[in-house]
C-alpha cells in the first residue's frame, strides 16, 4: 500500500519554509519573497491544501499562554479496521494539536492539549466511548527537552 507523495519544486517548498516561520504572512508577502504574482502564489497555496502538504495553519505559543495546560499523547488502539471513519473523528476534536496512523500495537497517536489532567482523563473517557475504540492509552507529557519548532525559529 503506497502512498501517493505530491513533487514539490523549488518555489512550493520554499513556500513551506516561510509558511513554518509564520503562516500568518500575507500572500504578497509571500509572492515577493518567492518571485511570483500573488495570483500565482494562491495558486499554489490551494493547490498544496487540495494535495494535502498543507493541511492547515495555525499558531505555536510559548510561556504564559501555556503554562496552565497539560499535554499528553493519547495512544489510541481501533477494533478491527475502520480506521478510514475514526481517524477524522479523533483529528477533529479540538483538544487534538496533532494526529498520526501508525504502524504496530497502536493504530493511532495523537498529541493532545487541554487545559488540565481532568481534561485529558474527560477527553479519553470520550474516546473510549466511540464505537470501534478498543483501547486508549494516556502519557501525559512532563517536561520538554526539545521543541523543533522552536529550533527552527531560532535557526532563521
Known amino acids: 500500500m ?4 505530491p513533487s514539490l519544486d523549488g518555489i512550493d517548498q520554499q513556500l513551506i519554509t516561510l509558511l513554518r ?4 504572512q500575507p500572500v504578497l508577502s509571500l509572492a ?13 497555496l490551494a493547490r498544496l ?18 503554562t ?10 481501533i477494533d478491527g479496521r475502520p480506521c478510514a471513519k475514526l481517524i477524522p473523528m479523533l483529528a477533529g ?11 504496530g500495537p497502536m493504530d493511532v497517536v495523537l498529541t493532545v492539549r487541554a487545559r488540565d489532567l481532568a481534561a485529558l482523563s474527560a477527553l479519553r473517557e470520550r474516546m473510549i466511548a466511540i464505537p470501534g475504540i ?11 527537552h526539545l521543541d523543533s519548532h522552536a529550533v527552527l525559529a531560532e535557526a532563521s
Do not use: N, W, Y
Not at 516561520?21 to 500568518?24: E, G, V
Not at 494535495?51 to 501555556?66: M, N, Y
Not at 476534536?93 to 504502524?103: I, K, L, N, Q, R
Not at 478498543?134 to 520538554?144: D, E, H, I
Open 2 to 5: 503506497g502512498i501517493a507523495t
Open 21 to 24: 516561520r509564520d503562516s500568518r
Open 32 to 44: 515577493r519573497a518567492v518571485g511570483l504574482s500573488r495570483s500565482a502564489v494562491q495558486d499554489r
Open 49 to 66: 491544501k487540495r494535495q494535502g502538504v498543507i493541511k492547515r495553519f495555525t499558531i505555536d505559543t510559548i510561556g504564559p499562554v501555556e
Open 68 to 77: 496552565g495546560g497539560a499535554r499528553a499523547f493519547f495512544f489510541v488502539r
Open 93 to 103: 476534536m479540538p483538544e487534538v494539536e496533532g494526529c498520526d496512523h501508525v504502524s
Open 134 to 144: 478498543a483501547t486508549v492509552t494516556v502519557a501525559p507529557v512532563l517536561k520538554s
